[in-house]
C-alpha cells in the first residue's frame, strides 16, 4: 500500500525521535516537531494506520509507538534525504594523511575511525583477494637443491617461499619452469586459479607438477589467511544503547562478532558500495543492524567496513561516515 506524504512524515519524524530517545513517540511528539497543523486526533488516526500496515509498534496501552523492523526499511530507503549525509561526509582525509607503512596498517586505522565517530563497534574484515591477479612468477636457483619461489601480483609481491626441487636438475630447468609457470598462471586472477588449480596441474608435465602444487599451496593458504582477517573496535560500545540491557539482544552480538562464518555472511558480496541489513528477517538478528561499505585503495577491493548496532541506529551519520571514510582511504596512493 502506498504511503501517502503526510505518513511519511510522521514515519520519519517518528523514527528520527525514536533513534535519539529510545522512548515511544506520542501524536503530540509528532505535532509539535513537522505537523503543528493537523490535529493530534488525526495524527493518532494515522499512526494507527501504519501500525496497521506493519511500520509501527505499540509496545504498552496508551503509550506511544516504536517502529518496526519494517519501518527502518522504508525509513532508510526512501526517507533519508542525501543532502542529510552528505553532511557527514566533510572531510576525512585528515585521519589518513599519515604515512602508512601497508594495507593492514590502513585498516586498522579505518576500524578506529569509524567507531570513534559513530560511537557503535565496527570491524573491518579483509577480502577482495579472488580479484588479485598474478603478474609473475620467479624461480629463482639458491643452491643446496632449493629454489626461492616468489610471486608477484598487480598489487605487488604476493608470497615467496623457498621450496625443494629434484635433485641434480640441470640449469635449463629453471628457465624452462619460469616459463611454464608464467605461461600457466600469469594474467589469471587468485580465484580463476585457486577454483581451477587441479585441473591446471593435471595438465602439466609430471616433473613440474610438485612445483606447480606448491604455487596452489602458497596462493590457498594467502587466500585463507586474508580473507580471516579482521580488526575490531569499540566492542563494548554497543552496551550503552538501551536495547542491549537485554540478556537476549546481547547473546545476539556476541553471536556475530565471535563467529566468523557468521559476519562473512553479513557482508553483501554483491557488487555494491553499501549494503544495509536490519533486524532477524535481513540475516541481521533481533533488534540489529549491519551496515557494511567496499574498501578499496588504490583500485583494489581490499575488505569490508562493517558497522553494528541497534535497529535505531543513527543511520544518516553511519551511512555518511562510511561513505567519507571509504572515499578518504581510496585516495590514498599505493607506494
Given at each position: 500500500?502506498?504511503?501517502?506524504?503526510?505518513?511519511?512524515?510522521i514515519l520519519k519524524s517518528l523514527i528520527?525521535?525514536?533513534?535519539?530517545?529510545?522512548?515511544?513517540?506520542?501524536?503530540?511528539?509528532?505535532?509539535?516537531?513537522?505537523?503543528?497543523?493537523?490535529?493530534?486526533?488525526?495524527?493518532?488516526?494515522?499512526?494507527?494506520?501504519?501500525?496497521?500496515?506493519?511500520?509501527?509498534?505499540?509496545?504498552?496501552?496508551?503509550?506511544?509507538?516504536?517502529?518496526?523492523?519494517?519501518?527502518?526499511?522504508?525509513?532508510?530507503?526512501?526517507?533519508?534525504?542525501?543532502?542529510?549525509?552528505?553532511?557527514?561526509?566533510?572531510?576525512?582525509?585528515?585521519?589518513?594523511?599519515?604515512?602508512?607503512?601497508?594495507?593492514?596498517?590502513?585498516?586498522?586505522?579505518?576500524?578506529?575511525v569509524i567507531s570513534d565517530i559513530t560511537?557503535?563497534?565496527?570491524?573491518?574484515?579483509?577480502?577482495?583477494?579472488?580479484?588479485?591477479?598474478?603478474?609473475?612468477?620467479?624461480?629463482?636457483?639458491?643452491?643446496?637443491?632449493?629454489?626461492?619461489?616468489?610471486?608477484?601480483?598487480?598489487?605487488?609481491?604476493?608470497?615467496?617461499?623457498?621450496?625443494?626441487?629434484?635433485?641434480?636438475?640441470?640449469?635449463?630447468?629453471?628457465?624452462?619452469?619460469?616459463?611454464?609457470?608464467?605461461?600457466?598462471?600469469?594474467?589469471?586472477?587468485?580465484?580463476?586459479?585457486?577454483?581451477?588449480?587441479?585441473?591446471?596441474?593435471?595438465?602439466?608435465?609430471?616433473?613440474?607438477?610438485?612445483?606447480?602444487?606448491?604455487?596452489?599451496?602458497?596462493?590457498?593458504?594467502?587466500?585463507?589467511?586474508?580473507?580471516?582477517?579482521?580488526?575490531?573496535?569499540?566492542?563494548?560500545?554497543?552496551?550503552?544503547?538501551?536495547?542491549?540491557?537485554?540478556?537476549?539482544?546481547?547473546?545476539?552480538?556476541?553471536?556475530?562478532?565471535?563467529?566468523?562464518?557468521?559476519?562473512?555472511?553479513?557482508?553483501?558480496?554483491?557488487?555494491?558500495?553499501?549494503?544495509?541489513?536490519?533486524?532477524?528477517?535481513?540475516?541481521?538478528?533481533?533488534?540489529?543492524?549491519?551496515?557494511?561499505?567496499?574498501?578499496?585503495?588504490?583500485?583494489?577491493?581490499?575488505?569490508?567496513?562493517?558497522?553494528?548496532?541497534?535497529?535505531?541506529?543513527?543511520?544518516?551519520?553511519?551511512?555518511?561516515?562510511?561513505?567519507?571514510?571509504?572515499?578518504?582511504?581510496?585516495?590514498?596512493?599505493?607506494?
Amino acid at each position: 500500500m502506498k504511503i501517502s506524504e503526510r505518513k511519511q512524515k510522521i514515519l520519519k519524524s517518528l523514527i528520527d525521535n525514536y533513534i535519539a530517545t529510545c522512548e515511544p513517540i506520542s501524536s503530540s511528539q509528532i505535532k509539535q516537531d513537522c505537523l503543528p497543523d493537523v490535529s493530534s486526533a488525526t495524527i493518532r488516526s494515522e499512526m494507527v494506520a501504519l501500525e496497521e500496515m506493519g511500520y509501527l509498534v505499540q509496545p504498552h496501552k496508551s503509550a506511544g509507538r516504536v517502529p518496526s523492523s519494517r519501518a527502518y526499511r522504508y525509513y532508510v530507503d526512501n526517507l533519508i534525504d542525501q543532502t542529510e549525509i552528505d553532511r557527514q561526509m566533510d572531510s576525512f582525509s585528515e585521519y589518513f594523511e599519515g604515512n602508512f607503512s601497508d594495507v593492514e596498517q590502513v585498516v586498522k586505522s579505518t576500524a578506529k575511525v569509524i567507531s570513534d565517530i559513530t560511537n557503535y563497534t565496527s570491524i573491518v574484515v579483509m577480502g577482495g583477494v579472488d580479484n588479485i591477479t598474478l603478474k609473475d612468477i620467479k624461480l629463482v636457483d639458491i643452491g643446496d637443491d632449493s629454489a626461492l619461489l616468489v610471486i608477484i601480483t598487480d598489487s605487488g609481491l604476493l608470497k615467496d617461499k623457498i621450496i625443494d626441487i629434484p635433485q641434480n636438475m640441470k640449469s635449463k630447468f629453471f628457465a624452462q619452469a619460469n616459463d611454464m609457470l608464467v605461461s600457466m598462471f600469469a594474467g589469471r586472477t587468485v580465484k580463476e586459479i585457486t577454483d581451477n588449480g587441479n585441473i591446471i596441474v593435471e595438465s602439466t608435465i609430471s616433473e613440474y607438477k610438485v612445483l606447480f602444487n606448491e604455487v596452489l599451496e602458497m596462493l590457498r593458504n594467502y587466500k585463507q589467511r586474508e580473507e580471516s582477517k579482521m580488526f575490531m573496535e569499540g566492542t563494548d560500545k554497543i552496551f550503552k544503547y538501551k536495547e542491549f540491557e537485554d540478556v537476549g539482544n546481547v547473546k545476539n552480538f556476541l553471536s556475530v562478532i565471535n563467529t566468523g562464518e557468521k559476519l562473512h555472511n553479513l557482508i553483501n558480496e554483491d557488487d555494491v558500495e553499501i549494503s544495509i541489513k536490519i533486524g532477524k528477517d535481513e540475516n541481521a538478528e533481533e533488534n540489529m543492524a549491519v551496515v557494511t561499505a567496499k574498501c578499496v585503495i588504490a583500485g583494489k577491493e581490499i575488505g569490508h567496513a562493517v558497522v553494528i548496532g541497534p535497529e535505531r541506529m543513527d543511520y544518516k551519520k553511519v551511512l555518511g561516515v562510511l561513505g567519507g571514510v571509504t572515499k578518504a582511504i581510496e585516495k590514498i596512493k599505493k607506494e
